[in-house]
């Protein structure tokens, strides 16, 4: 470990700036065509990491100037019902962006769902819709998690054509998109999860390396190729040595940093990057309701 430590990207403080701009769309949305962009989120069941995070959200819709909507439903809800209130949602003129928090309940079928949400206020990008058309090169909407990784690897690299790019995990939600994404920029594109055989080998292949597993420390410092960009998706929960509470990724970042040329922290790096993409992703879907092309730049 010799390298003179990573630059840190500054997740939060991009965040912010995004968030900024977004704001901006909306105020000017409002004077000049009199529309408000309104994001619905449904949560499930009471798990507390999630209702945090739906919190922070909410918070962060009205900061921007959005009406956000909350559907707190209790855990034993019925699918039929959950479902009944997202045919509300998708027809509800007020509302263009639907979030319906993961994981849900094992009783719901989470498939099943996504599936009910209307492709376009579909704001998470998990309907298989978008998944098709990012796929297949049209235009979709992404999912907020792998754009928020996807603009910090543009500001921290610029063009990422011809790099060599690993993932490590497979989700629907994470891994596979971030890879779609890369692939689109013209990255070469490895995909890793649990069956891999020597993944600290394939890791040190990467010049660009996301690591999205929910492993704490997973990534040592040996597992990345010097001079890396090192994107850290995980959001652990762990109890360090004095018995404090504390959110960390899935990479080694102290012992990373002296490797990589750039690195994310958590917390602090993907986390707000994907609560701001999530409202851009609002705002876009908003213009195009209303037949107004979406601002340059803010989503893929
Ligand atoms: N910052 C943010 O905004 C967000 C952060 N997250 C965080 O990102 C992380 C991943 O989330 P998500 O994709 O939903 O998680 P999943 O549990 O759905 O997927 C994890 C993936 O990592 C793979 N994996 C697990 N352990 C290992 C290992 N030891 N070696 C190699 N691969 C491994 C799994 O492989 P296999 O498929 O073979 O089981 C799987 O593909 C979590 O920490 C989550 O909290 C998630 C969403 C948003
Ligand atoms: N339908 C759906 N869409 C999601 O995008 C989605 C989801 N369900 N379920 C859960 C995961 C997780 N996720 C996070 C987003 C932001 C932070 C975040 O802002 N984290 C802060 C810290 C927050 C804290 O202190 O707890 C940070 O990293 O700095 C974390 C996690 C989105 N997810």
């Known amino acids: 470990m010799t390298g003179a430590g990573a630059q840190v990207i500054d997740g939060k403080a991009m965040a912010a700036d995004l968030r900024g701009q977004v704001a901006g769309h909306v105020a000017r949305l409002q004077t000049e065509h009199g529309v408000t962009p309104g994001l619905a989120v449904v949560l499930v069941g009471e798990d507390p990491a999630s209702a945090v995070y739906v919190r922070s959200k909410g918070r962060m819709t009205r900061e921007v100037g959005m009406t956000g909507f909350e559907h707190r439903l209790p855990a034993e809800t019925e699918e039929a019902t959950l479902l009944r209130l997202i045919g509300q949602l998708n027809v509800d003129p007020n509302v263009h962006g639907i979030l319906v928090q993961l994981p849900l309940p094992a009783h719901i079928d ?4 996504i599936g009910a949400i209307a492709p376009d206020k579909d704001v998470d990008g998990f309907h298989v819709t978008n998944i098709g058309r990012l796929a297949t090169g049209q235009a979709a909407m992404v999912p907020c998690t792998p754009l928020g990784c996807l603009m910090m690897l543009r500001r921290s690299l ?3 054509s011809g790099r060599e790019a690993v993932v490590i995990g497979r989700s629907n ?19 890793a999860h649990s069956r ?8 040190r292949r990467a010049e660009i390396l996301v690591a999205a597993a929910g492993r704490p420390g997973l990534v040592q410092a040996e597992w990345i190729r010097p001079g890396a960009t090192v994107i850290d998706v995980g959001i652990n929960r762990v109890t360090d040595a004095e018995g404090q509470q504390r959110l960390t ?4 970042f102290a012992a990373a940093s002296q490797v990589a040329a750039a690195i994310t922290p958590v917390p602090g790096g993907v986390g707000p990057m994907t609560i701001a993409c999530l409202l851009a992703n609002a705002l876009a879907a908003c213009c195009r309701a ?3 092309p979406a601002p340059d730049g803010l989503t893929a």
């Open 110 to 113: 989470e498939a099943l769902v």
């Open 158 to 160: 610029g063009d990422l």
């Open 173 to 191: 939600i994470v891994g596979k998109p971030m890879a779609q994404l890369l692939l689109r920029e013209g990255c070469t594109v490895t995909v």
């Open 196 to 203: 891999t055989r020597d993944l600290p080998q394939v890791a």
């Open 249 to 252: 990724g899935d990479v080694d």
């Open 290 to 292: 209303h037949g107004l």
